[in-house]
């Protein structure tokens, strides 16, 4: 142990670890460890930039609670989130990508009825409609998927930031009929900032970056025999599509939004004329 060098303390470490018996997780902190000291002689870090990092690491974990998740928010600003996404998600050509799920999701959203709104307060605001089928690789419907949503109010805010909004606000858990369709009403979502009262916020101060996401709704769909789908549909309209702050946007994720203004149609899907629609299929991927 006396008088090692820089590169032998590495090797050193990296022994200690030999006989962690799960394969994999040796693997996983062997390979961490040797990132981090190569990072750590390349930058020359020095105690007191490293002691800034831990104290900033040691105010994220703070930040965090039931409903405010600032590591995942750190993990997407850094685009560790949707570095993982791109090397793990592996669907097959064909099937809708996935992206990062974001720091506020909230299991267990309520179920909600074909075609019931998940906005759980007055407007005037055009409706959205958004509809379409849940269909495998060969466009065969997929019948009782599960699709769960989210999204943001008008301010820009989800119901978990928002003391105003109600519970489960813009949240909800839908399931497709036999031939594998959906119908869900919401409004049309916003371009939003993430909190930057917070570790993640400083950092973001620090590097002159922006703070915003473009407008989305988020989506969770499942179904027995296929792998769950974690994905985005992002307003083709947003100014912050080339610049999202989390890094999260795929081309093939962005979607149109067409307005109506027929009453006939209106009164189809029980809103008032104009409102919006957004017609799109979620294709699943078979379990492997």
């Given at each position: ?6 590169t ?18 040796r ?9 981090l ?11 007191t ?20 998740q600032?590591m ?14 791109l ?29 019931e ?12 409609i ?7 690789c060969?466009g ?20 978990i ?5 109600a ?7 839908y ?7 959906f119908?869900?009403?919401t ?27 473009p407008a989305h ?15 985005h549909l ?8 080339d ?46």
């Amino acid at each position: 142990m006396r008088n090692m060098t820089e590169t032998q303390l590495t090797d050193v470490v990296v022994e200690r670890y030999a006989s962690t018996p799960d394969a994999r997780l040796r693997y996983l902190l062997q390979t961490l460890i040797v990132a981090l000291h190569d990072y750590v002689r390349e930058a020359r870090l020095t105690e007191t930039e490293w002691m800034e990092a831990i104290q900033f690491l040691t105010r994220t974990g703070q930040m965090c609670d039931d409903k405010r998740q600032e590591m995942i928010l750190l993990s997407d600003n850094l685009g560790i989130s949707a570095l993982v996404n791109l090397v793990s998600a592996g669907a097959p050509e064909g099937a809708t990508e996935t992206t990062v799920v974001g720091p506020f999701y909230v299991p267990n959203s309520p179920q909600r009825e074909w075609g019931e709104t998940i906005l759980l307060r007055e407007t005037d605001e055009p409706s959205l409609i958004v509809r379409g089928r849940v269909v495998d690789c060969q466009g065969a419907p997929i019948p009782d998927a599960g699709i769960e949503v989210w999204q943001t109010d008008s301010n820009g805010m989800y119901d978990i930031q928002d003391p105003t909004q109600a519970v489960d606000n813009l949240r909800g858990h839908y399931r497709t009929n036999a031939k594998g369709e959906f119908l869900i009403r919401t409004i049309r979502p916003t371009s939003y900032p993430i909190p930057t009262d917070g570790p993640v916020g400083e950092l973001l101060e620090a590097t002159a970056r922006h703070p915003w996401r473009p407008a989305h709704i988020h989506a969770i769909v499942t179904a027995p025999g296929h792998r769950p789908l974690v994905t985005h549909l992002f307003d083709a309209e947003d100014a912050y599509l080339d610049s999202d702050v989390v890094f999260a946007v795929k081309e093939s994720l962005i979607r149109n939004y067409a307005q109506n203004s027929s009453e006939e149609d209106a009164a189809r899907f029980g809103v008032s004329a104009p409102f919006w629609e957004l017609e799109t299929d979620f294709i699943l991927a078979a379990q492997d």
